[in-house]
């Protein structure tokens, strides 16, 4: 029958062997591993093993490190930025750079950024009232989409009647007849910054900054509602007990509530 298929006998009669790893090997790699602080990689690892008189490949180690689930810290996840178009639509920065002296709920800033949930890139959408730097709205999801931005609106813990202006960058998320409905509905002017200019939305851009060291590299989200969670979590210590140093290192709620006596 092989030679009537013109294939080999060795390939008929082939089964996979599942390759053994030498344990005391192993566990010398996790203890390396351990040792390093959860730093090293398949490189330093490979040289530490060297100095204990071991020669072993990159490739062996490797597939060691994923059977136990090691990962160096120095593995990070990359984003790969999709380009969207941008938000050309001729509306005026109100803000001009001028973040401070705005009456409570008055006019408020929003973003969007990407957080990892398993092996999933996720999105967060929050909505920051520059009085006092609170967040006064938050949303997660699997799409940088509208629907993401309209959710932190319906969480907000303030009326949005009160909310004059709305800025945000020119990302299309933000460019969406379901948004345009609520500004409409509510009274809401909008607010774009200019095209390029991160510094137009510098409030939003400091507040994700904080978040992204904080919040989101200090954890791991195994779902997405683990990741709304601890989400809402993060929020209720920020808005209550971080200091601000813009606030004169007084949490956002103290402030507030400072200023309202």
């Not at 597939?63 to 050309?88: C, D, P, W």
Request: glycine letters at 4%.
């Amino acid at each position: 029958m092989c030679a009537f298929l013109n294939i080999s006998r060795g390939a008929y009669y082939y089964t996979q062997k599942l390759k053994q790893y030498d344990s005391t090997l192993e566990n010398e790699i996790i203890e390396i591993f351990k040792e390093s602080r959860n730093n090293y990689g398949t490189r330093k690892i490979k040289k530490a093993l060297s100095r204990n008189g071991r020669t072993i490949s990159r490739r062996l180690i490797g597939r060691i490190m994923n059977k136990y689930g090691l990962v160096s810290n120095y593995t990070v996840a990359q984003f790969k930025v999709q380009k969207s178009e941008v938000n050309n639509d001729d509306i005026r920065n109100e803000l001009n750079q001028s973040f401070n002296g705005h009456a409570i709920h008055r006019t408020v800033v929003s973003d969007l950024t990407y957080v990892r949930v398993r092996k999933e890139w996720h999105y967060t959408c929050v909505l920051v009232d520059l009085y006092n730097r609170e967040i006064i709205g938050q949303s997660v999801g699997a799409s940088k989409n509208a629907e993401l931005v309209k959710a932190a609106f319906l969480s907000s813990t303030i009326p949005l009647s009160d909310i004059e202006f709305f800025h945000t960058d020119r990302g299309n998320e933000f460019k969406n007849r379901i948004i345009d409905d609520v500004l409409e509905v509510f009274e809401i002017k909008r607010s774009l910054s200019r095209k390029g200019n991160p510094y137009d939305n510098a409030v939003a851009e400091a507040t994700f900054k904080a978040f992204k060291i904080e919040f989101i590299n200090q954890h791991r989200f195994e779902t997405l509602k683990d990741l709304e969670i601890k989400l809402n979590d993060y929020i209720n210590w920020f808005n209550h007990h971080r200091l601000h140093g813009s606030l004169d290192y007084r949490s956002p709620v103290d402030y507030r509530m400072q200023n309202s006596i």
